[in-house]
């Protein structure tokens, strides 16, 4: 699976705090050494991207760590803008990782799948320090339907809530 990560959603959703009041270097070194620890034990292609017009005096700038791709946004984007494009270029082959409604809506229409920035951190805490789920995957499932009336089996996710889960179980 190939996971496209809004870095500075992700920091703001595991600290719990205002970007303004971070120290987004220290921030997000850290959150890379994390995201090369989690890359080595799940064998995803990872690839985060962060706003960098400021950070690297308005230029694109893109490396790798650990087999993580890290990628700055050009001055005239954003990393929002960023991940889109990288939605509909990819489609259905990319998981956005994002809780920006712009960002979600853009890559649901690409066809990408989209995983809340706090459910990431969940499952990524979750992998690092070697836990299972407790939660039984039919219960999940089950608790995330649309609460629609529609017909044929009441008990049947819809196909892109099927797609989602296979999508995510592979994590």
Known sequence: MWLAIDGYNVIAAMTGEALSRLDLESEREEFNQLLVRYRSLSKNRVTVVYDGGQVCGGEARNYSEGGVKISFSSSGQTADQ??????RRHGS???VVSSDREVVVGSEKSGAIVLDSSEFVQRM?????GDELGEDEGDTARSQRHLTRKKGNPNRLSKKERRRNRRLQSM
């Open 93 to 95: 082959g990319l998981t």
């Open 125 to 129: 805490l979750l992998l690092l320090s």
């Open 82 to 87: 960023k991940l889109i494009q990288m939605a």
